[in-house]
C-alpha cells in the first residue's frame, strides 16, 4: 500500500493548486480518504475528507474554498485548493483509513488513519 502525494507548489495569494494522491497497491474504493496539512512548528490538522460513500467533510478554515474528488478510473483522490491564503502554507498528505470513517465526526483524527503519503509542499506568498 503506497500513497503518492503531489502538486504542491510556490503560489501567490489568491491563486489555486491542485494536489493529488495517487494510490497503488490497492483501491480507493471502501475507503475514506483524509487530507491534513501541517505548518513548520503546528500540528498536523484535518483539511478535508472524502469518506467512502461519496460524503464530502471541510474545516471550516477551508471550507468554501477547497474541493475534495476522485477519479477512480486513475485511482487518485484530488484536493482543489482556491482563493489560497498565506495561512494555507503547510506540507499536505493524503492518508485512507479501510472501510471508511466509523462516523462522520471522526474524519480529522489523525489516529483513525491506517496509510500516510509522505506529503506535498504548499507555499502561499503574500
Known amino acids: 500500500v503506497q500513497l503518492v502525494e503531489s502538486g504542491g507548489d510556490l503560489v501567490q495569494t489568491g491563486g489555486s493548486l491542485r494536489l493529488s494522491c495517487a494510490a497503488s497497491g490497492f483501491s480507493f474504493d471502501g475507503y475514506a480518504t483524509g487530507w491534513f496539512r501541517q505548518a513548520p512548528g503546528k500540528e498536523r490538522e484535518g483539511v478535508a475528507c472524502?469518506?467512502?460513500?461519496?460524503?464530502?467533510y471541510y474545516s471550516d478554515s477551508v471550507k468554501d474554498r477547497f474541493t475534495v474528488s476522485s477519479d477512480n478510473a486513475k485511482n487518485t483522490v484530488y484536493l482543489q485548493m482556491n482563493s489560497l491564503e498565506p495561512e494555507d502554507t503547510a506540507a499536505y498528505y493524503c492518508?485512507?483509513?479501510?472501510?471508511?470513517?466509523?462516523?462522520?465526526?471522526?474524519?480529522?483524527?489523525?489516529?483513525?488513519?491506517?496509510?500516510w503519503g509522505q506529503g506535498t509542499q504548499v507555499a502561499v506568498s503574500s
Open positions: 492518508a485512507v483509513v479501510a472501510a471508511g470513517l466509523p462516523h462522520s465526526r471522526a474524519w480529522p483524527l489523525l489516529s483513525l488513519y491506517d496509510y
Open positions: 472524502l469518506d467512502d460513500d461519496g460524503k464530502t
